[in-house]
């Protein structure tokens, strides 16, 4: 069977001759036929359930009509002026494009009738399926992409398109079809220009590089259109500026709803910083723009908001200590410790410079406190000490009037005079200085001293464990001379503790009898001296 053109639905053949159109089953009968009043000149199936599917039909007249396969009543969608050569409607049915003898592709609103744009040098042209607002027509060698109103972007292609499905575009050159993908980045930016972001999101779905969706995340976030901006940053995994849109997000939630706000965080995130700084200050958030500077220790740019926000003192010594913590972390810790300290930050300030045994400056900020700042004065003390300046940290407790200190001082440093000497002003130190006196004597084997020592501190059974050291060295070593002096002192300790437990009649009759005792091996070990010296100078 003849025919001039050929269409296949679900269930039918759909076969034209000339004005004729003739529905037949897949098994060869004919259950419908159209007559049209001029030589049909393109077909094409628009879709619908199966057997009752639609075809768009161009006549020769310029006539463009409906027929459904379940009707034998076709229906004039459009009169066109001349010859129709291609057709397709868009995936809403509202709008028609239609490609004439002219080569002119013009595009109609169906439901008004207008033409709403023409485009030349066309022979054929396809709606795509996935985008409402492009379409896609050949002619003279190039294929041409046309999205809304905006100008048309080509490319080399020979053919006849005939169909146009996302990033895809069909085209059939001569007894070949052939595919070609096509990105989509043109058009999208056309909609980026106008701020037609939801658009362009449409368009960037249908096939665009990484680039593009970051270009459109960052266009969206910018035009303070979040949801896409969101949709383009989870296709690139920008996990940063998602979280930026989260805080955003909530603050808006909160009622919070200063665009001038939201749009200086998203440049401060771009690094815009004086483009975020001149929006902070317009929306009245100055000291956004101030902390922002400050984190980014351009300490200068955040002095200019200083007048801004109030240069109170609160505010410049919150500056200050930015920056001095800046410095500190940069490895200039001599200019952090001037900022700590000029910015009332004394401890922080003192820390540093003791920690880097700079005591000429430690004093010079220890003479610039007053005794009201004693937490101060004391972590000077306490590195004066710790590098062996003892004089200055004396001086300093002594400004303090922190005798307790002082002591502790003197004692640690072996500074015993000095000790003594504050023990005639402060009687109720007397044990914490003679004690580790006493101590330091007897390990320097200075025993004899140590003992007096031990007593001066009232530690009389300190002395005698003492003396009872010292004598068994005296045996140890045939110091016998030694050993009876010795037993001789301890005699008389007994004898003076007798006298001071009159009242204890047990304890007094137990000293006496150990007076005894040791007077009576002082006289034998001074007996024993002379013989041993004799028996030594006959060998």
Known sequence: MECNLLVVCSHHL???????????????????????????RYMKVTGGPPGREGLLVGLKNGEIITIFLDSSFPVLQLKHQTAVRCLDLSASRTRL????ENNACMVYDLNSKELLFQEPNANSVAWNTHNENMLCFTGNGFLKIKASNFPTHQRRMQGFVVGFSGSKIFCLQVHSMTSVDVPQSAPMYQYLEKKMF????????LGVTEGDWRSLALEALEGLDFDVAKKAFIRIRELRYLELIHNIEERKRRGENNADVFLADVYSYEGKHQEAARLYKRAGRATMAMDMFSDLRQ????????GVVGGNEGNVQQLIKKQAEWCNTSNDPRAASDMYICAGDYMKGIEIIGQNGWMEKLMEVA???NKSQADELSLCAHYFKHHGHHSYAADIYTRMNDVKSLVDLHVEARHWEEAFSLVEEHPQFKVAIYMPYATWLAENDRFDEAQKAFHQ???????????EQLLRNA?????????????????????????????DSSLGQEMVDKFTEYHLKADIYHVYSAIQKYIVRLQ
């Open 475 to 503: 045996v140890n070593e045939k110091r016998f001379g030694d050993a009876s002096y010795y037993y001789w002192v301890l005699a008389k300790q007994c004898l003076e503790n007798a006298k001071d437990n009159v009242l």
């Open 299 to 306: 300490f200068e740019h955040a002095k200019e908001f200083l």
């Open 198 to 205: 939801l658009d362009a999101y449409q368009i960037a779905c």
């Open 457 to 467: 501190a009232g530690r009389s059974d300190h002395a005698a464990r003492v003396l």
């Open 14 to 40: 759909i076969l034209c001759q000339e004005r004729r159109l003739q529905c037949l089953t897949f098994t060869g009968v004919k259950e419908r036929e159209w007559v049209v009043e001029s030589s049909i």
């Open 367 to 369: 003479r610039s406190l």
């Open 97 to 100: 494009a239609v490609v004439d």
